[in-house]
């Protein structure tokens, strides 16, 4: 089946602008998630949505960061202001039901953001 | 999460079996041990996960320290497909949602 994806897969941007990056999860997963990763780190966590609440924000960097999921299946990750620290591989994933130590995190391809 | 420690880089070659080792000796009793792997220009892939026993599926085989400090992952043949960051993570058995990925071990796999 369908596996979780991301749009666009590349979006180059001016420092100062506004952009949104969609994510549409596998079918039916409850469980969404946004990661960051800059070059040559891990993955780093942003948001966690169970259905269309945000169940913790506490990975957002800043006010200029917000996401969004208002039908629990598609969201969409919306950066204010950009600067050219925000560079980086933004990665969405989605899990079946309500995460335990032992569910597994299927990820999309990530859409690569580049401010200039 | 409790923290992780696994080398920055192995190298193998191909169809030869690869031990990735990760270190773990602040893990708690509920923490399950998780492996993702990242391929180049990829998200992250499940790989393999274990609480106390070993655990084999299709793409690996996970070899958990009977006092759960250390872990190995273990790709009996590896391919150049194989070739790929590989990530041992930590997640609390609770509500724990957020993976805490580390930098991961880069291995290559030479033809």
């Not at chain 1, 569910?103 to 953001?113: H, N, V």
């Not at chain 2, 299709?58 to 391919?79: F, G, V």
Request: one cysteine or more.
């Amino acid at each position: 089946g369908a596996g979780v994806s991301q749009t666009p897969s590349n979006k180059v941007t001016e420092k100062g602008k506004y952009v949104e990056l969609r994510c549409d999860p596998i079918s039916g997963h409850t469980a969404l998630y946004w990661y960051r990763q800059s070059l040559g780190q891990g993955p780093e966590f942003l948001i966690y949505f169970q259905g269309t609440g945000a169940a913790d924000d506490s990975g957002l960097p800043n006010d200029r960061f917000f996401a969004v999921r208002p039908e629990g299946s598609v969201s969409t990750l919306k950066i204010q202001r950009t600067e050219r620290g925000d560079s980086a591989v933004y990665l969405c994933a989605s899990s079946l039901k309500v995460p335990s130590g032992r569910d597994e995190q299927f990820f999309g391809p990530g859409t690569r953001l580049t401010v200039l | 999460d409790a923290k992780t420690t696994q080398p920055n880089s192995m190298e193998s070659n191909e169809e030869e079996p690869v031990h990735l080792p990760c270190n773990h000796s602040t893990i708690s009793g509920t923490d399950y041990i998780h492996w993702y792997r990242q391929l180049p220009s990829q998200g992250p892939e499940y790989v393999i996960h274990g609480l106390t026993s070993n655990v084999n599926n299709r793409m690996a085989s996970l070899a958990i320290a009977e006092d759960r400090k250390s872990s190995t992952l273990i790709l009996h043949r590896a391919t150049l497909r194989d070739a790929a960051v590989y990530y041992c993570i930590l997640r609390d058995g609770g509500s724990n949602y957020k993976l805490t990925f580390g930098k991961g071990t880069l291995l290559t796999v030479n033809p």
